[in-house]
């Protein structure tokens, strides 16, 4: 038999691939907690990204101190899977370059993306962006660094298209409390928490609005976190409606007990993982073209899907069938 050829070559083609990253991001704000959360990340085998937290995590006038703490932490052996981000200061805060003049040359090429918090506009994000790249290339750091930025305003929202399409986008994140904050009680308090955040007509038009722009950009869609700490639960309930009835594809966890509730309910269905493998190992025996698999007609449309959730499952620690994983992974 020739070589067989990988779905990532047969695919994509010519264009971008669809970013698969993990479905669980867990943010982390002192020291103490970031060793914490990274510890879990080993323990688990690298199955969550981390957010490093420069906006709320910095204490008033040591701002100079936790960014360059972020940065020993990122190069110290504790970050073995290198899949660690740092949310910066948003625009509107003096301290935004510094994080950026501290973290970019010193962490640049470890570094797993940047969080930009609290636009107004997309010429924010855009400057910052530009900023952002200025700063590797003084470095000499060649790789896009991914951007993620918060979507947690009204004018962020009114923007979002423009956002979505700026450089080295990854994710676009839904931040709920400001948005509603930011609604003067014209949203009550009561939906900051499910069924609310889910049920009222504004919110329902603005996640669904940054889904749909997110992913026609090719970004990724990250929902808020679950305000209810203890129950696992809930959290693994607003992560399913998340990404069952809105399409989201990642979610923000903020107590550790709540990222196997957010993998769990994100993560691809296993049954779904053994029908990919087996679809896309008969693609792959006839070089990606038309294939029947169970009474249904397969082609290169389907084909990109089932690869996209074997990547997932594989991210997810799901098990892959070994033919596959072999193939496709080994």
């Known amino acids: ?26 943010f982390a704000g002192s020291e ?22 420069c906006e ?8 100079k101190e936790h960014a360059e703490m972020i940065v020993r932490i990122q190069k110290s052996e504790l970050n073995k899977h290198k899949m660690s981000g740092v949310r910066i200061h948003d625009h509107s805060n003096a301290f935004w370059k510094q994080d950026v ?19 107004t506009k997309a010429a924010q994000v855009e400057e910052m962006i530009t900023y952002i790249q200025k700063a590797a290339q003084k470095a000499g750091i060649k790789r896009e660094i991914p ?5 947690e305003t009204h004018g962020a929202l009114a923007e979002v298209e423009k956002i979505a399409a700026l450089p080295w986008m990854q994710v ?11 609604h003067h009680g014209a949203i009550p308090a009561s939906c900051m928490k499910s069924p609310g955040q889910f049920d009222h007509e504004l919110l329902r038009r603005a996640k669904s609005t940054m889904v749909a722009t997110a992913l026609a950009h090719g970004v990724i869609p ?21 990404h069952d009835d809105f399409g989201f594809l990642r979610m923000w966890s903020i107590y550790p007990t709540q990222i196997q509730a957010i993998l ?27 294939i029947q698999h169970a009474g249904d007609l397969h082609d290169r449309a389907t084909y990109r899907y089932f690869w996209e959730v074997l990547q997932k499952a594989k991210l997810s620690g799901i098990a892959i069938p070994e033919e596959a994983n072999k193939r496709f992974f080994s």
């Open 222 to 242: 990250a929902h808020n976190v679950t305000l209810d700490l203890k129950n696992q639960y809930q959290t693994y309930k607003d992560a399913k409606r998340a």
């Open 264 to 290: 769990d309910a994100m993560s691809p269905d296993f049954s779904e993982v053994q029908d990919s493998a087996e679809i896309l190992i008969k693609a792959q025996d006839v070089d990606w073209g038309p």
């Open 147 to 151: 951007i993620h930025v918060l979507v």
């Open 1 to 26: 038999m020739s070589k067989l050829t990988h779905p990532q070559e047969a695919l994509f083609q010519g264009e971008k691939p669809f970013p698969i990253i993990p479905s669980c991001e867990h």
């Open 56 to 63: 709320d995590g910095a204490q008033t006038g040591k701002e």
């Open 101 to 119: 003049d501290i973290i970019v040359p010193g962490a640049g090429e470890i570094i797993a993306y940047i969080t930009i918090p609290k636009p």
């Open 32 to 53: 103490k907690l970031i060793t914490k959360a990274l510890e879990l990340q080993n323990k688990l085998g690298g199955l969550f990204d981390i957010t490093m937290d």
């Open 172 to 182: 676009l994140d839904f931040g709920l409390m400001d948005f509603i904050s930011g």
